[in-house]
């Protein structure tokens, strides 16, 4: 009787154990299987471009070699957060988990979880002790025109988490402070599980030579190369798109007395084909127009070909139709050019036929002024001040000014130095100002809109053919009010906040402020801005910014207010760019500012520069 009882409870116990194991697997198909209920919240994993590209060597005996280090970046676009589950099901020695993706389920506080996505693996470096997601994120470099590699990286992993803020638009599942915070098992061997993400809108990098952030250059020929980097390469992760898994950087590598030296020649996200892209590539796709002037800020056209060119010492310039730079000029206008003032911005009325007006901004003794002048045919005549209560100071008075399709005059203003009048609504420093068409041409009194704030000193905005989207560039903190870098190109919407001196670079204080859809971290002091509009053009409807600082053109392409392409043009060919405009004859014209005690001048400078932007 014993004995039969005891066997009784054993078959029991079995019979129980074999449904608590049919539970257990048909639960877990369930959460596998896609016919679930619950509509998947996917992440969408953005790959971003290659950046801080940096060279190191490093000597064994009388053998040197040399090393290309980069930053790696990649941020969560998506519509819920990228999860990764590890669980032990190897022997512990092997420091291997088996890695599951859990996908967020619409309405719910559950998750799919899809099994075997690819292993975390305990990595032991000089510099890394914690679990990677294996292969997340590969390196290569190819010979341009190639799709083979030359070189291949020797990264293990990620160690995901919320490590910053994605530069994209805000996002609507972003959550409003960062979720996965790990870090990933620092020196615990002996987990048995582990759970680390990247929230939407959120990124995670490596700095160049972190954990094998770097690739060889020794060795390699002279030539262009791509460098490129790839999210979810085996495909194994589910995301809402792979569109956005790759991005390369263009660059040339030349080998000058046995030491590498490398120029980026362009950033292309969302591409590995670096190499395809059309750019300006030697000195005769750039016409020089005109030598000789001294710092010249702006540039205008006349609606019979002219232009009018203003130079920061006070002098307004005529280019006449041929290229010819008269000696004298058409107007001296009283400025105070200390520090970065002077003579700045020149905008022509739309309705010059009927009203010949042109307006200009400088900095005078007593503040910035904007002030409309007639054109007589071969002078310009002062004739009212329309904004004379603008603070100006040494740094920060920007200048920009231009009409939009709303014939009203946009207005670009500094923070002068003081960072606290960016966001005062008693100062007109650091906005966007807007005059209606009876204001800038009229005589009564005159209280400009104030369409943005938040600015530090923005130089430089357009609008997009097609959307009418305003777009427009600021400098970042430069070390006095704040870290180097973090420029910024901005969507502008009317009333946004951009958050200067409160936020900087993608920071919005819980949605208060607006986040720029481009932010360099380095720095390359944007200045002018302009959207091709070249009919043909493989460049038609890109955004064209100058960088001082960069001593170069960048060229954007902007979809749905967000930056899917970007290509460096003129790197260091003709030294610091202040200004970009379209010309009437569908070419960019680009004003050098080598003569502003900031770069270094060679002969003929300051230079008007000429380039057709190359058909499809």
């Known amino acids: 009787m014993l004995r039969f009882t005891r066997k009784r409870r054993a078959v029991a116990a079995l019979r129980l154990l074999f449904g608590l194991v049919l539970i257990v697997l048909y639960g877990a198909q369930a959460l596998a299987s896609p016919g679930a209920s619950g509509v998947e919240r996917l992440p969408d994993l953005d790959q971003e471009a290659p950046s801080q590209l940096q060279i190191v060597s490093s000597r064994s005996g009388d053998a040197v070699s040399y090393r290309l280090g980069f930053r790696s970046a990649v941020r969560n676009v998506g519509a819920g957060p990228f999860v990764i589950d590890g669980r032990r099901t190897f022997p512990a020695s092997d420091l291997v988990m088996e890695a599951d993706q859990l996908v967020q389920l619409a309405g719910s506080s559950a998750a799919r979880r899809i099994r075997g996505v690819g292993e975390l693996r305990y990595v032991q470096s000089t510099d890394h002790q914690h679990w990677h997601l294996v292969g997340f994120d590969r390196y290569e470099l190819r010979r341009a025109g190639d799709t083979n590699a030359v070189v291949t990286d020797r990264k293990s992993g990620f160690c995901l988490g919320d490590r910053y803020v994605a530069t994209t638009r805000r996002l609507p599942a972003m959550p409003l402070r960062k979720v996965y915070r790990s870090r990933c098992g620092l020196g615990q061997t002996g987990l048995q599980r582990i759970r ?48 956005n898994n790759a991005a390369s950087v263009l660059l040339d590598l030349r080998w000058d007395a046995g030491q590498p030296v490398i120029r980026i020649l362009a950033s292309c996200p969302d591409t590995d084909r670096c190499d395809q892209t059309r750019s300006v590539s030697s000195a005769s796709d750039v016409q020089i127009v ?63 036929a009927a009203q010949p007006y042109v307006y200009l901004y400088y900095t005078t003794a007593t503040g910035m002024k904007l002030g409309r002048w007639r054109w007589t045919g071969s002078e310009l005549v002062p004739e009212a001040t329309l904004l004379p209560a603008i603070q100006a100071g040494a740094v920060h008075d920007s200048g920009r000014i231009d009409f939009g399709p709303d014939a009203r005059l946009y207005v670009a203003t500094g923070d002068a130095g003081k960072p606290q009048l960016a966001q005062s609504p008693q100062s007109l420093n650091g906005k966007l100002l807007a005059l209606r068409p009876e204001e800038y041409r009229g005589t009564g009194a005159r209280a400009p809109e104030v369409v943005a704030r938040g600015l530090r000193n923005p130089q430089g905005f357009d609008w997009q053919p097609g959307t009418g989207v305003l777009v427009a560039n600021d400098h970042g903190p430069t070390g006095f009010d704040g870290p180097h870098g973090y420029d910024e190109v901005n969507v502008i919407v009317p009333g946004g906040n951009y958050g200067w001196p409160l936020a900087i670079g993608s920071a919005t204080a819980k949605g208060r402020f607006r986040a720029p859809i481009r932010v360099y971290r380095q720095a390359i002091a944007p200045s002018g801005g302009a959207f091709v509009t070249t009919t043909g053009s493989s460049w038609a409807g890109d955004y064209v910014l100058a960088a001082l600082r960069g001593q170069q053109l960048r060229r954007l392409t902007i979809r749905n207010g967000r930056v899917v392409a970007e290509q460096a043009l003129l790197t260091g060919r003709f030294g610091r760019l202040r200004t970009v405009r379209m010309g009437p004859d569908g070419a960019l014209y680009v004003l050098t500012s080598n003569r502003d005690g900031r770069g270094r001048p060679s002969g003929g400078d300051d230079r008007i520069l000429r380039i057709v932007p190359p058909a499809r």
């Open 290 to 352: 005109a030598t000789g002037l001294e710092v010249p800020w702006d540039i205008a056209w006349l609606p019979d070909g002219q232009a009018l060119v203003t130079e920061r010492a006070g002098r307004v310039r005529l280019l006449d139709r041929d290229g010819t730079l008269r000696a004298e000029p058409v107007a001296t206008v009283p400025v105070s050019a200390r520090g970065e003032g002077g003579l700045l911005g020149i905008a022509v009325d739309p309705d010059f």
């Open 196 to 243: 680390e993400g990247i929230s939407v809108g959120y990124g995670d990098d490596y700095d160049p030579f972190l954990e094998y952030q770097d690739l060889p250059l020794t060795g390699l020929a002279d030539g262009r190369y791509v460098l490129v980097h790839r999210v979810n390469a085996d495909g194994r992760l589910r995301e809402l798109s792979q569109a």
